[in-house]
């Protein structure tokens, strides 16, 4: 990670945690003319509108020091229902939700897992399916909850 993006994620971290609000992730993604910005907040309350349109405005002011502001469009949101587990701190939230695992080479002659996500470990997560399944976190392309509707 070049030492520019490195400096605004960390002051981005700062000026969205110091609001009250956790930061997921921020997403980067190319555009024909510039880049599309992604950040992805939480709240133990959970993340109304107004929220995005507060941080959204507060983020522009920061990542325009950073990058020119004709470059790249901004977008916040919240993580939605299938929310991406990353940290492990994520996988400690939501023990006992059923996840979605996609691992980046195959386990087991699979790349793909669903089940219980029953513990965390260090750095081995623990699903169970038919069968308990223990997954280095750094095998784990992505991980994502399954939203249950009743």
Known sequence: MNEIRK????TLLDLINGKGFELIEIEQRSLRKGVKIVIYID???????????????MSEDIIDEFIDPESYELEVSS?????KLIKKEDFDRYKGKTIKIKLKEKMNDRKNFKG???DRRGDLV???DDEVFEIPMDRID??????QFN
Do not use: Q, T, W, Y
């Not at 400096?7 to 960390?10: A, H, K, S, T, V």
């Not at 993580?79 to 929310?83: I, Q, S």
């Not at 992505?142 to 939203?147: E, K, S």
């Open 7 to 10: 400096n605004l994620e960390e």
């Open 43 to 57: 709240h133990e309350l959970g993340i109304v509108m107004d929220d995005c349109v507060s941080i959204s405005k």
């Open 79 to 83: 993580p939605g229902l299938d929310r």
């Open 116 to 118: 219980v996500l029953a």
């Open 126 to 128: 623990f699903l169970e």
């Open 142 to 147: 992505i991980c994502r909850i399954v939203p």
